[in-house]
Structure formats: structure tokens, C-alpha cells
């Protein structure tokens, strides 16, 4: 499996894309392979669980963390489009409270590693998408918090009117989020 790995401005969140084969019939990609993945981007930890969530245009999950049990994530893009965006809330990191955004689509096949310690969230851009992600630690509900979408300090840049999206759909619970201050006073 030959990936190319390109750092962030946040060093460790990385983007990832695998060499894909395609001709008049199709593609055919390696997703994952343990072995590659930890050679190409020095990061060997195991994954316990995989998700695939489907949203529609629109929608904003996150910016979701764990204050227990904290997740790092490997994610994609498997049908339709979505900004994904990883906010740094390591308090004693040198890129605390940077955000890093990335377009992963069906057609370019990226990845994104977000380690632990890091909060997570997406933005679709197409009518659907489909959002797969692996995880180095289990859903663990009772720890789970949510930095507002929309927080100033964080100021991430949504492209919300480059794809005609006047306001974002919500979870109840990530109406409820909180400033980078408030998570990080925790």
C-alpha cells in the first residue's frame, strides 16, 4: 500500500491518500492496512471501532471530543463531499485552539488522521455523504463534548456560502456547544 502523507499546520493531523487504481471499470483502493499506515505516518496505535454516518446537505456535526477516553480518528469520504475540521485543544500543544480544514470527497479519496486529544467535526457539502471513521477508543457517551461550530476564538472558515448553504443543521446537542474557553476550563 503506498500512501503519500501530508502534514498540517497542525504537524500530526495529517492527510492521507492512498495510491488509487482505476481504469474504464472502476477503482480499486487499500482503505487501511495497519502495517502501511503506522510506516507512513509513525503513528501505531489500534483501532477498536468503525462508524459510517450518512447526512444530508447541510449538516454539521461537531466539533465533538471526549474528555475521557479520548478518540483519535481516521476519516473519509465514501460517497458525496464534507469539510472536515480538526480543532486542537491540547492546552499545553503549540498549536492550541488552531483549526485545520480539509475537503474529503468520493472522487479524491483522502483520509484525515485526527489524533486524540483533538476535537472533530464535518460540514456536508453535496446532497448526501457518506462518513466512514475509525476510532482508537470506544464511543463513550457520559464524556463526550462539543465546542460550538461557530465559536470566535476558533474562527474556523466554513464554506458555507461557497456551496449555498445559509445556515447549518444541528444536533440539539451541538446547538449546545461550547466556547474554546468554557471546553478547555473543564
Known sequence: ???????????????????????????F???FNQKAFAEATGVDLTFVQDNHSRSSKGVL???HYQIEQPQGKLVRVAQGAAFDVAVDIRKNSPTFGKWVGVELTEEN?????VPPGLAHGFLVLTETADFLYKTTDYYAPQHERSIAWNDAEVAIDWPLAQ???????LSAKDLLGM?????CGE
Do not use: C
Not at 163 to 169: Q, R, T
Not at 179 to 183: E, I, M, P, T
Open 163 to 169: 456551496y449555498g448553504i445559509a445556515e447549518p443543521k
Open 179 to 183: 466556547s474554546l474557553s468554557q471546553a
Open 61 to 63: 456535526r461537531g466539533l
Open 109 to 113: 479519496h483522502r483520509q484525515l488522521w
Open 29 to 31: 483502493f487499500e482503505s
Open 1 to 27: 500500500m503506498s500512501l503519500n502523507v501530508i502534514r498540517t499546520e497542525i504537524p500530526d493531523v495529517l492527510i492521507i491518500e492512498p495510491k488509487v487504481f482505476g481504469d474504464s471499470r472502476g477503482f
